[in-house]
Each structure stands twice: as structure tokens, then as C-alpha cells.
């Protein structure tokens, strides 16, 4: 997963789709592996502004 934080537009999305993936007040505020693989997917593309992306480079 890729996080472009200058396209972040701060919508909480993420946060209450996912929280235990996705929590601003942790350091790194990203687990994931906390949840599965499809569920990440899933919230990913409910990101209205494109700061989350799925890089499917890194998937082997
Ligand atoms: S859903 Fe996307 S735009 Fe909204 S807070 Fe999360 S990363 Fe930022």
C-alpha cells in the first residue's frame, strides 16, 4: 500500500472504515497487517482523494 500524503484530504475514511489498520495516533499510523489482505483493498478504493493506492509492484 502506498499513502501520498500531500493528496490526504484529511476525510477520515480510512480511519472509521478501518481503524484497526489505520489510526492517525499511532507512529506508524499504518498496520497492515492488522487486517486482511482484501479488507485493506476494500477500504483503499473508499479513499476519495487517491492518497491511498494499492502498489501491486510489491505483491508477489
Ligand atoms: S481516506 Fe484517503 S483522504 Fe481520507 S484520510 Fe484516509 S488517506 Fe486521507
Request: proline content about 5%; aromatic content about 4%.
Amino acid at each position: 500500500m502506498v499513502w501520498k500524503s500531500a493528496l490526504c484530504v484529511h476525510s477520515g475514511v480510512c480511519v472509521r472504515g478501518l481503524p484497526e489498520v489505520f489510526d492517525t495516533r499511532r507512529q506508524p499510523w499504518i498496520a497492515i497487517d492488522a487486517a486482511s489482505s482484501a479488507a485493506i483493498v476494500e477500504q483503499v478504493g473508499r479513499c476519495p482523494s487517491g492518497a491511498l493506492s494499492i502498489d501491486r509492484t510489491a505483491e508477489k
